[in-house]
Structures are given as C-alpha cells and as structure tokens.
C-alpha cells in the first residue's frame, strides 16, 4: 500500500507535500511590484501525472499564491512535453484497492480544484502538450485555457478502464455541450489544438514558443486592475454559472456584487477619479 499522506480534512491540510518540489512556483514581475505566480507541475517523466502528493502540494501553492497581495494572476503548466496526462495509474493500482482511501483523494483532488474556482485571483492554464484524464479535470478547473499549437487534449479514462472523478464528467457537458462531451469521453480520442479552441476548451492557441509569454501578458493587463474588482467580477461570473442560477438571480447576484463595490470599496472611486484627472489609478487594494 502507498503511503499514506497526512489528514487533510482541516486547514493543516494545505502544509503537506510542499517540500518535494512536485509543483514549483516561479513568481515573474509583470509591473512594480506585482508579479505572476507560474505553478510549474514537476514530474516531467510521468507527463506530470496528478499523483496524491502532487494534488497537495498543487493546492498550497495555489493557496499561497492566493493570500500574496503582490500576486496578480496564477499560471498553471507543465515541465517536460505534458500538462498533465491524467492520474498516476501505477499508484491507483494499490490505492483503489482501499476503496476509502481512494475516495479520501478524489476529496482532496475536488478541494483542490474547487479552490481554483473560488480563489481571489484568475487562475489560467497553459496547456502544453499532452493534457488527458485528470490534466483535462485541472484545465476545466481553471477560468480559462491558452494552449500552445502541440497541445493534444482529451478525456482518455475509458481507454483504461477508469470513468472521470475529478470533474470531466460534471464540467465537459457545461463547457462543450452534451453531445461533445459524450462523443470526446466515449471515443478517448486526443482533439488537437485548433479543435480544442473550436469547442471551447481553450480560447486562445498560440505558437509553443509564445505560451508563457502569452499568460504574462495577461497578467501584465491585470495589475494595471483593481484586484478587488477583479476577485469579485470572477466571483459573480463563476457563481451565477456554476449555480445553475436563472438569469434574474444571476443579475441579482451581479447588481449586489457592483452595489458593495461602488459604495463600499476604495478602489472604484479611484478609478473614476484616475479616468477624470487622466492619470494611471494607483487602487488602494494593491497597496498603492
């Protein structure tokens, strides 16, 4: 049996794993003193295959990077010609033979996940070769998707005998529509890039070389941005969808969310006040 990782049903949870250099963070300044965090999966020689250890320490360095006022946007990739090939399936062989300890993963894998969703800061995937199985579950947790022209991407769990657990079943059919995700998850084919941009999954494909680059221009527009209006727009976008809210609940939930902001919140008064005096704004919710 695998050993087994540490409790991780409470807040010393996100302590584990975060010395083995499974997940590297390189933080890149994209203005003064505000940078990008590139969360770098690391286990190039298994495609970056989500291992229970990997899943950990992924969710503290997103919980960090998080917490950082000086961090504007998170970048997830991978080393090596992979984003993620899925699950380690040589571990799954002992550890779905514990049917308890194998559904404690798949908790700590949807904690993991569901963080990206509800964190303060965009989190965006840089999809880089092959992205499978649990590499599409990461993609699909991210607010959106840039991939490089090699990039392949597919659900590939039926091809060894597994179903999704980490979200491709629940997220595909809400990111591509039923008939798709059907077709993508029962042939286990790899789509390739330009295919992938067309359904949906990624909005963005751009040559290998320009990935990063691409991201950090995104990040570099964001910390010119309010990260208070920023954490609440992603807030407002990712609940009245993932809800399944109507769409007067959903503009409730918008109208709410512009209320506090405007009223209650330095930053959009500075804005106004930057436009008015022609100035770049210097937002109180950067520490400016």
Same mark, same amino acid.
């Given at each position: 049996?695998?050993?087994?990782?540490?409790?991780?049903?409470?807040?010393?949870?996100?302590?584990?794993?975060?010395?083995?250099?499974?997940?590297?963070?390189?933080?890149?300044?994209?203005?003064?003193?505000?940078?990008?965090?590139?969360?770098?999966?690391?286990?190039?020689?298994?495609?970056?295959?989500?291992?229970?250890?990997?899943?950990?320490?992924?969710?503290?360095?997103?919980?960090?990077?998080?917490?950082?006022?000086?961090?504007?946007?998170?970048?997830?990739?991978?080393?090596?010609?992979?984003?993620?090939?899925?699950?380690?399936?040589?571990?799954?062989?002992?550890?779905?033979?514990?049917?308890?300890?194998?559904?404690?993963?798949?908790?700590?894998?949807?904690?993991?996940?569901?963080?990206?969703?509800?964190?303060?800061?965009?989190?965006?995937?840089? /999809?880089?070769? $092959?992205?499978? @199985?649990?590499? =599409? !579950?990461?993609? +699909?947790?991210?607010?959106?998707?840039? &991939? *490089?022209? %090699?990039?392949?991407?597919?659900?590939?769990?039926?091809?060894?005998?597994?179903?999704?657990?980490?979200?491709?079943?629940?997220?595909?059919?809400?990111?591509?529509?039923?008939?798709?995700?059907?077709?993508?998850?029962?042939?286990?084919?790899?789509?390739?890039?330009?295919?992938?941009?067309?359904?949906?999954?990624? /909005?963005?494909? $751009?040559?290998? @070389?320009?990935? =990063? !680059?691409?991201? +950090?221009?995104?990040?570099?527009?964001? &910390? *010119?941005? %309010?990260?208070?209006?920023?954490?609440?727009?992603?807030?407002?976008?990712?609940?009245?969808?993932?809800?399944?809210?109507?769409?007067?609940?959903?503009?409730?939930?918008?109208?709410?969310?512009?209320?506090?902001?405007?009223?209650?919140?330095?930053?959009?008064?500075?804005?106004?006040?930057?436009?008015?005096?022609?100035?770049?704004?210097?937002?109180?919710?950067?520490?400016?």
């Amino acid at each position: 049996m695998p050993e087994r990782p540490p409790d991780t049903s409470g807040p010393e949870a996100v302590s584990v794993g975060t010395s083995l250099g499974l997940v590297e963070c390189e933080l890149i300044e994209v203005a003064d003193g505000v940078a990008a965090a590139v969360l770098w999966l690391n286990r190039p020689e298994s495609l970056n295959a989500l291992s229970w250890e990997l899943v950990l320490e992924l969710e503290h360095q997103l919980r960090v990077a998080d917490q950082d006022p000086h961090v504007c946007a998170v970048l997830i990739s991978g080393r090596g010609r992979g984003f993620c090939a899925g699950g380690d399936l040589k571990a799954y062989v002992e550890l779905q033979a514990n049917a308890a300890e194998f559904d404690r993963f798949l908790r700590d894998l949807h904690r993991t996940f569901g963080h990206i969703r509800t964190m303060n800061k965009p989190v965006v995937a840089l /999809v880089n070769g $092959v992205t499978a @199985a649990g590499g =599409l !579950e990461l993609l +699909l947790a991210c607010d959106f998707a840039y &991939a *490089a022209e %090699s990039a392949q991407i597919g659900d590939l769990h039926l091809n060894y005998g597994q179903i999704g657990g980490g979200g491709s079943l629940a997220l595909l059919p809400r990111t591509v529509g039923p008939a798709r995700a059907r077709e993508l998850v029962f042939s286990a084919r790899l789509l390739d890039s330009r295919e992938a941009c067309e359904w949906g999954l990624v /909005v963005r494909v $751009v040559p290998d @070389a320009q990935l =990063l !680059e691409t991201g +950090l221009e995104l990040a570099r527009g964001l &910390a *010119a941005k %309010s990260p208070v209006g920023v954490a609440l727009a992603k807030e407002v976008l990712n609940r009245g969808y993932a809800d399944g809210t109507g769409t007067d609940q959903a503009l409730r939930l918008e109208a709410d969310a512009a209320s506090l902001y405007s009223a209650s919140l330095p930053d959009s008064m500075e804005g106004l006040r930057a436009f008015a005096e022609r100035r770049a704004p210097k937002f109180p919710g950067r520490g400016g």
